[in-house]
C-alpha cells in the first residue's frame, strides 16, 4: 500500500496543476477556443479519451460546443432535448441510450441555477493495464474541469452579451435624441388666424418609426406632411433621419407634388434598397387661394371635415408607399378648395389598430367621433387620447402613435 503513494501523489498533483493551469487561462481572459483546446489535450493526451462531445445552451439553442475524435457531422444525429435532456447526474450509458449517434460511454450534465447549461459525452475510453478505466478513476475530475471551463465560457457569453445590451441601450437613446431633433415641437408649429397645426407624438418604444413635419415654404404657402417607416429600431430611425433631409431639401413651394414623391421615392430606395418602404401623407396649402394639395402615399388617409357643411372627407388620393417600387407609376394629386372653418386629421396605423374589448379595431370610427362637432383641433385631438387611455396605459397599444391636426380658418 505505501509504494502506491508516490503515484497517487503524483495524480493529484497532475489534477491540481492542470486546473490550475485552466483557471490562470481563465483569469487571462483566453478566448473560448483556446480553452477549449486546452480542456481537449488534458482528455485526450493525458487522460487518453478518444470522443469528446460538447453541447451547450447559447441563450437561445442547443449548440455542438466540441467534436473531438467523433466522426464528420456525426454530432448532428444528437438531438439535446430528446436523447440528453433525461439526464440529471452523471450516467454511463449504453450505445443504445442515444438515438442516432455512436456510442458513448458516459454523459455529465453541466448544470447552472438548476437548468441544464450543457452536456459533455465522452467515449472510446482507453483501459489501464489493470483493466480500470482512467475516467472512472478520475470521473469526479473530468467533472469538475468540464464545469469550470463551460462555466467560464458561459460567463464570457453573458459577459459578450451585456456589452452587446450596453452598446444597443446606448445606440438606442443617441437614436431618441437623434429622432426628437428631427420632430418639431408642438410649441413651435404655425399658430396663426389663417391655420393652426398641431400634432401629439407617442412613441411605443423609444425609438419609433413615425415622423411628422411642417415647412414653411412662402409667404402665402405651408407645407406638411406625417409619415410610417417599416419597423422599428435604430435602422428605422436612420432611414427617417435620411428621409427629412431629402424632404427638406426637395420641397419648395414651386416643385409640383407628383415630381416630389417621385424623388422623394427615388431617395428612399437608395437608402433603404428595397429592404424597408415609408407611408407618407404630403400637402401644401396655399392660405391666400385656400387651395390644399395632397398626395396620400400608403398612408392612412387622413379625414378632413367642414365644421358648417358637416361633411367628412378621405383624402385617398396618391400612389404607393416611397420605397415600394423603384418607379411609381401613377402618381394622383389631390386638390380641394376649401370654402369654410375646416378640420384635418392625420394619423399613423397605430391609432386605428388599436384594439376595443373583443379585440376588435376601432378603425377610424373614434376620429370620426372626435372629429365631426364644433371643438377646435387641438381639442378633437386631446378627446381621442383621453378617449382611448393613449397616456393612461392603455395595453392595447403595440404601435406608435401619431397625430398631426390643422384647422384651416
Not at 81 to 98: G, P
Not at 180 to 187: E, R
Not at 203 to 211: E, I, N, T, W
Request: hydrophobic residues 40%; negative net charge; contains cysteine.
Amino acid at each position: 500500500m505505501p509504494g502506491n503513494i508516490p503515484e497517487r501523489l503524483k495524480i493529484s498533483t497532475f489534477k491540481l496543476n492542470s486546473l490550475l493551469a485552466i483557471t490562470q487561462a481563465i483569469n487571462e481572459n483566453l478566448p473560448q477556443e483556446e480553452l477549449l483546446k486546452r480542456y481537449e489535450k488534458l482528455l485526450k493526451e493525458d487522460l487518453n479519451i478518444g470522443k469528446i462531445l460538447i453541447f451547450m445552451f447559447d441563450g437561445t439553442s442547443w449548440i455542438c460546443l466540441l467534436s473531438s475524435g467523433v466522426k464528420e457531422k456525426r454530432s448532428l444525429d444528437i438531438n439535446v432535448e430528446n436523447d440528453l435532456m433525461k439526464y440529471l447526474e452523471i450516467t454511463f450509458v449504453t450505445s443504445k441510450s442515444i438515438s442516432n449517434a455512436e456510442p458513448f460511454d458516459i454523459v455529465i450534465p453541466v448544470f447552472n441555477n438548476n437548468k441544464p447549461l450543457a452536456y459533455v459525452l465522452i467515449g472510446d475510453i482507453e483501459e489501464e493495464g489493470e483493466g480500470v478505466s482512467p475516467t472512472i478513476k478520475h470521473l469526479h475530475f473530468i467533472q469538475t474541469l468540464s464545469n469550470i471551463i463551460i462555466v467560464a465560457i458561459e460567463n464570457m457569453r453573458l459577459f459578450q452579451e451585456s456589452l452587446r445590451q450596453i452598446a444597443m441601450k446606448k445606440e438606442m437613446e443617441l437614436a431618441s435624441r437623434m429622432q426628437s431633433m428631427l420632430i418639431p415641437k408642438i410649441q413651435d408649429l404655425p399658430k396663426n388666424d389663417k391655420y393652426w397645426i398641431t400634432a401629439f407624438y407617442h412613441p411605443h418604444l423609444d425609438v419609433g418609426g413615425d415622423y411628422y413635419d411642417v415647412i414653411n415654404l412662402s409667404d402665402e404657402e405651408v407645407g406638411f406632411c406625417i409619415a410610417d417607416v417599416s419597423g422599428k429600431g435604430i435602422s428605422a430611425a436612420l432611414l427617417m433621419s435620411n428621409f427629412q433631409a431629402n424632404l427638406r431639401a426637395l420641397f419648395t413651394s414651386e416643385i409640383p407634388l407628383p415630381v416630389l414623391a417621385g424623388k422623394l421615392n427615388d431617395c428612399v430606395m437608395k437608402s433603404a434598397n428595397g429592404e424597408k418602404f415609408i407611408t407618407l401623407f404630403i400637402a401644401k396649402y396655399n392660405y391666400l387661394k385656400k387651395e390644399l394639395e395632397y398626395i396620400n402615399a400608403g398612408h392612412n388617409p387622413p379625414i378632413l371635415y367642414t365644421t358648417v357643411s358637416k361633411k367628412l372627407f378621405f383624402l385617398k388620393e396618391g400612389c404607393v408607399g416611397m420605397g415600394m417600387l423603384e418607379e411609381i407609376p401613377i402618381v394622383k394629386k389631390g386638390h380641394i378648395k376649401l370654402k369654410e372653418t375646416t378640420k384635418l386629421l392625420c394619423y399613423t396605423d397605430g391609432l386605428v389598430e388599436l384594439m376595443d374589448a373583443k379585440e376588435v379595431e376601432f378603425g377610424t370610427s373614434v376620429i370620426e367621433r372626435h372629429i365631426s362637432n364644433t371643438l377646435n383641433i387641438k381639442e378633437s385631438i386631446d378627446s381621442i387620447i383621453a378617449d382611448q387611455h393613449i397616456l393612461s396605459g392603455n395595453k392595447a397599444i403595440f404601435d406608435d402613435i401619431t397625430i398631426l391636426g390643422v384647422e384651416f380658418y
